[in-house]
Nanobody, 124 residues
Framework: QVQLVESGGGLVQAGASLRLSCAPS????????MGWFRQAPGKEREFVGA????????KFADSVKGRFTISGDNVKNTVYLQMNSLKPEDTAVYYC?????????????????WGQGTQVTVAS
């Protein structure tokens, strides 16, 4: 059973930056696709970005493209979501997810394992 532990959320002002971290418990991310999703109150969970761990390629939702980046640290076995130029509309609970099938998908259903979520609040 893979458990994903997230950290790094908080309350920031618009224009600020935050970095979220996601680390598995007792497992390696190698050969997985790691995704980041978010869910705002009253809305469906939506795709933010993903990284194909083995290939190092990334993709992002249009709403965050150019502001957010994803990277992985093979030594620490941790994936990061760097969020810059944050906007109030970025406020949500952010989830890390793992797809052992490495489908590089943006679909919620493609991901088998999920973190507990971390709150990001951006004040205007």
């Amino acid at each position: 059973q893979v458990q994903l532990v997230e950290s790094g959320g908080g309350l920031v002002q618009a224009g600020a930056s935050l970095r979220l971290s996601c680390a598995p418990s007792g497992h390696t991310f190698r050969y997985y696709t790691m995704g980041w999703f978010r869910q705002a109150p009253g809305k469906e969970r939506e795709f933010v970005g993903a990284i194909s761990w083995s290939g190092g390629i990334t993709k992002f939702a249009d709403s965050v493209k150019g502001r957010f980046t994803i990277s992985g640290d093979n030594v620490k076995n941790t994936v990061y979501l760097q969020m810059n130029s944050l906007k109030p509309e970025d406020t949500a609970v952010y989830y890390c997810a793992a797809d052992p099938g490495n489908s590089y998908s943006s679909a919620v259903g493609a991901y088998r394992y999920w973190g507990q979520g971390t709150q990001v609040t951006v004040a205007s």
